[in-house]
Nanobody, 124 residues
């Protein structure tokens, strides 16, 4: 049974940092590209970052480039999202997603395994 469990969300003031983790089980983690997405209230789920099976390359949405860093530890079956210089617009539920294969997708429909999400709230 495939499981993706996000953690690390919370309430933070603008300008501060937060690190999200996504622990996976039930998959051969090193065979999967991993992505982070987020969904704000009343909005569609949007791409944040994605990373190749091996750890490189990685891709980012323009809105987070230079502020967020995605990384993975294949020994721990875990993907991370380090978020810095947080803004109120970064508020939302953050989801990790997994996709088996060599591509590094950036669209929600391209992923077939999802976590339940973790709430991130950035206050001004």
């Amino acid at each position: 049974q495939v499981q993706l469990v996000e953690s690390g969300g919370g309430l933070v003031q603008a300008g501060n940092s937060l690190r999200l983790s996504c622990q996976t089980s039930g998959i051969t983690f090193s065979h999967y590209a991993m992505g982070w997405f987020r969904q704000a209230p009343g909005k569609e789920r949007e791409f944040v970052a994605a990373i190749d099976r091996s750890g490189a390359p990685s891709y980012y949405a323009d809105s987070v480039k230079g502020r967020f860093t995605i990384s993975r530890d294949n020994a721990k079956n875990t993907v991370y999202l380090q978020m810095g210089s947080l803004k109120p617009d970064d508020t939302g539920v953050y989801y990790c997603a997994a996709r088996r294969g060599i591509s590094v997708p950036r669209e929600t429909f391209q992923y077939d395994n999802w976590g339940q999400g973790t709430q991130v709230t950035v206050s001004s």
